[in-house]
């Protein structure tokens, strides 16, 4: 699942009539990098929430993805002929976006038991969305695994601990504790947003809106949330600064 509903009030005024995913970054749009990382992968379908200015994003992208350049190198799958896209609009019905929990439960019903997340308003082109990780985390006791990244100028503080054995911690920002930044990017199984522990049927019918941190510092208080320390490079394109930087 890809996560494209957000309005982008940081990024205004380029995202008073764009839909911040679609905004380009190196001659594609944000949206374009996840993808193409899934597609080397060998995923053969992705959910894309939609919020803000989201009927814009699906007559952009369509119903396949399938760069017409070179540089995607496909593993051998049945996604020859590119992603398979499906769409939760949460702008229908629910007016506006649901948070990142919220949409996730929204567009439940349409992922498998086992899924990627990521946001598309962030730049990680060289990320491995590794089918060998995608199995480990699957045959594993845990419900998430994320990947942080070393803390931006923009959070300092960082989010999570992460432990010598590879968990998420949910620690307070003192100065004793090193903590990481949330990329998020993550897998997760279906039980971590299951209504015995969210409280939400899937599908969210209700349209309620859900953060997805307090879900997550739950679940690491329980022990279920493993993490990995990403260090390619990674950008939170959230402000107009961000993106000329990218671009220069």
């Given at each position: ?32 990098y996840p993808l193409r990382g899934l ?104 419900l998430a695994h994320i990947w ?101």
């Amino acid at each position: 699942m890809l996560l494209a509903a957000g309005r982008g009030e940081r990024m205004r005024p380029l995202t008073d009539h764009c839909p911040k995913p679609l905004l380009t970054v190196r001659g594609h749009t944000l949206l374009s990098y996840p993808l193409r990382g899934l597609l080397r992968a060998g995923v053969g379908s992705v959910v894309i929430n939609t919020g803000w200015l989201g009927d814009q994003i699906e007559p952009a992208l369509g119903h396949r993805f399938l760069p017409v350049d070179s540089a995607v190198e496909t593993t051998p799958s049945p996604v020859g002929n590119g992603l398979q896209l499906h769409y939760s609009h949460e702008g229908r019905g629910a007016g506006e976006a649901l948070e990142t929990a919220g949409g996730i439960l929204r567009a439940l019903p349409l992922l498998r038991d086992v899924f990627w997340v990521a946001a598309g308003d962030v730049f990680a082109p060289e990320f491995d969305f590794s089918p060998a990780m995608y199995e480990r985390f699957s045959a594993s006791n845990a419900l998430a695994h994320i990947w942080l990244v070393p803390n931006p100028e923009h959070n300092p503080q960082g989010d999570f601990g992460l432990s010598a054995k590879g968990l998420a911690l949910n620690l307070p920002r003192l100065l004793e504790h090193e903590l990481f930044t949330f990329s998020t990017i993550a897998l997760y199984k279906k039980v971590f947003f299951s209504e015995a522990r969210c409280g939400i049927p899937a599908g969210n019918p209700q349209s309620v809106k859900v953060p997805l941190a307090p879900l997550l510092r739950r679940a690491m208080d329980e022990g279920l949330v493993t993490a990995s320390l990403y260090q390619g490079l990674w950008v939170d394109v959230g402000t107009p600064e961000r993106l000329a930087q990218l671009n220069t």
